[in-house]
């Protein structure tokens, strides 16, 4: 028996790929009614970068990055509905900014959510699209015990999401 896919884990990196694989995320919890929790994750700066003041540095470029997802995200809904004419923010149960790297931290999210499918974008460019998943999807993939949804940005599609 295939489990119920209830909680769905979006993972972004706020790219105009990751817009488009949010409207399949969309998309599956409304078939599914599933909830979506959102995931981004910041490369954690060296110390040194931050001079003395590291952790009070960390902590604001936390909440900048919160925001700025926030707004994103806002803006993914706001196209989603503008296509679909249906809401889709109230699907959104959790927005998550993680300091790490990121294929650690998506897999880490997906367990400690209970998530029961992982969904991210893909950055495949040119003849690597075919050798090479990209590093961050290719690492979910490979490690994830849960099903994971990669969506690849078509190129007759790159502009649905106009500027962003």
Known sequence: ????????????????????????????????????IILHTIEPMPASAFGTATEKAEHSQHEISIEVIRNRIRKFCEKVEEMSNSACLTLVTKI?????????????????????????GSHGKG??????????????????????F???????KTSIWGEM
């Open 96 to 120: 998550l900014v993680q300091v790490g790297y990121p294929p650690e931290e998506i897999l880490k999210a997906a367990d400690e959510e209970k998530c029961d499918l992982i969904v991210l």
């Open 1 to 36: 028996m295939i489990p119920q896919i209830k909680k769905i884990l979006y993972a972004t990196d706020l790219s105009k790929n990751s817009a488009y694989a949010f409207y399949y995320a969309v998309d599956t919890a409304k078939k599914h009614d599933a909830e979506i």
């Open 150 to 156: 990669i969506i690849p940005l078509p190129s007759e």
């Open 127 to 148: 003849f690597l699209r075919q050798t090479f998943l990209g590093s961050v999807s290719g690492s979910v993939l490979a490690r994830s015990r849960k099903p994971v």
